[in-house]
């Protein structure tokens, strides 16, 4: 695989899903930071900024849409790929039209969302 030296931010309530998105981004080169809420990730923005995020929608607390309109108001210059367990057409257009490049359904392809993050970082895709 090719190493790219990306930095990637994970966002997902489940450690599971932590831990395999973490694994399969850093075993493509990556640098995985990963966080259990939204409220932990936005705040980590102080220090630094991530080249693409990967967001769980259903999260309590603070959802990824939250997560998302909060991103939003700050004009971040990063994109957002989300992924999300519990699926609906509603839920796909409001990602989408909040900002996010990618919608994927859990359990997540691995070559897709790598694909998405790679179309995403690409400087034709920034």
Same mark, same amino acid.
């Given at each position: 695989?090719?190493?790219? +030296? ?5 966002? /997902? ?6 831990k ?12 995985? &930071?990963? @966080?259990?809420?939204?409220?932990? @990730? ?22 990824? @849409? /939250? ?7 700050? &004009?971040?210059? @990063? ?8 699926? %609906? %057409?509603?839920? +796909? ?8 490049v990618?919608?994927?359904? &859990? ?18 895709g920034?």
């Open positions: 695989m090719k190493k790219n +030296h990306l930095a990637i931010s994970v966002v /997902d309530d489940e450690e599971s899903v932590r395999a998105l973490s694994r399969l981004l850093r075993s493509a080169g990556m640098t995985v &930071k990963t @966080f259990s809420g939204g409220a932990e @990730f936005l705040q980590s923005l102080a220090d630094c900024k991530p080249d693409c995020v990967v967001l769980d929608i259903n999260m309590p607390v603070m959802t990824g @849409f /939250d997560v998302l309109d909060r991103l939003a108001t700050t &004009k971040v210059p @990063f994109p957002v790929v989300v992924i999300t367990g519990l699926d %609906s %057409s509603e839920a +796909h257009g409001r990602a989408l039209g909040a900002g996010a990618a919608y994927l359904r &859990k359990p997540v392809n691995d070559q897709a969302l790598l694909d998405a993050i790679a179309a995403s970082t690409a400087p034709a920034r």
